[in-house]
């Protein structure tokens, strides 16, 4: 069994390694996520976040270094093959069908690999609405709401397919304090509940050390420290790369 500490690993990054032409943009990047933690990655414009991100969920492939899901080796698999497996992810830019309902957008996510009938459907889109207090517009157009409820409805997706583990680029970006408050207990709650494993990216620290349990810092495509949030705060380096000082 694959453990460390007596707690389950759900995802191992090892040693991943990433050119964009003769751009270096991953450099030997590992990361452990244990099942229900919720981890937080944060680092410079450029460090190589979204990549990694993109990597793990299989939307570009790295060239070399292995990625396992539960002990499953999943390095460079298609992206539909690694969402079924149980790895959700949101975009950093929000993409939604916007002449569509808000509840058609979320119900998009149950398409594959989905064995509920109509009402089963319905009633799970409702649940996950009402979560993030969306359900009184559920039969909006998405082209008629504020375009922050695109980053909500991506939540939503991601969330409704019983996932493992769920990656989210700046998912907060946008988002009021109330409306990251309700999010972060909304993430706090699933983990409890289901054990899903979260990745967050997150620029602004004072929502990002609220949601997580350890933070990983990147820079220049790789792991620049791992620790609590306090010890992140606590350490020189962090701050002279991160805030300059
Ligand atoms: N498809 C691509 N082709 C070429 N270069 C790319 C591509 N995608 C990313 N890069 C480069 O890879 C590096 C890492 O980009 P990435 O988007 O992963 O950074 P990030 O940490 O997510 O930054 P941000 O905080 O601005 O979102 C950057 O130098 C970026 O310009
Ligand atoms: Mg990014």
Redesign the pocket.
Known sequence: MNLRGGVKLILRVENICKH??G?K?MDHMSLEVKKGEIVGIM??????????I?IISGF?KADTGEIYLNNERITNMEPHIIAQKGIRRSF?TASNFPEETIAENVRAALICGNYMNKQQEQQKVEEILDEVKMLGLAKKKVCEVPSVCSKLIELCRCLIANPLLVLL??LYAGLTWEESKMVTKLLKEKREKQGISFIL?E?RTEILFDAVDRIVV?SQ?SKFFEGLPSEVVANESVAKLYWGR
């Open positions: 964009f032409g751009l943009v680092g410079p414009n450029g460090a190589g976040k979204t990549t990694l993109n570009e950093q680029d700046e990216i620029h990147m495509g």
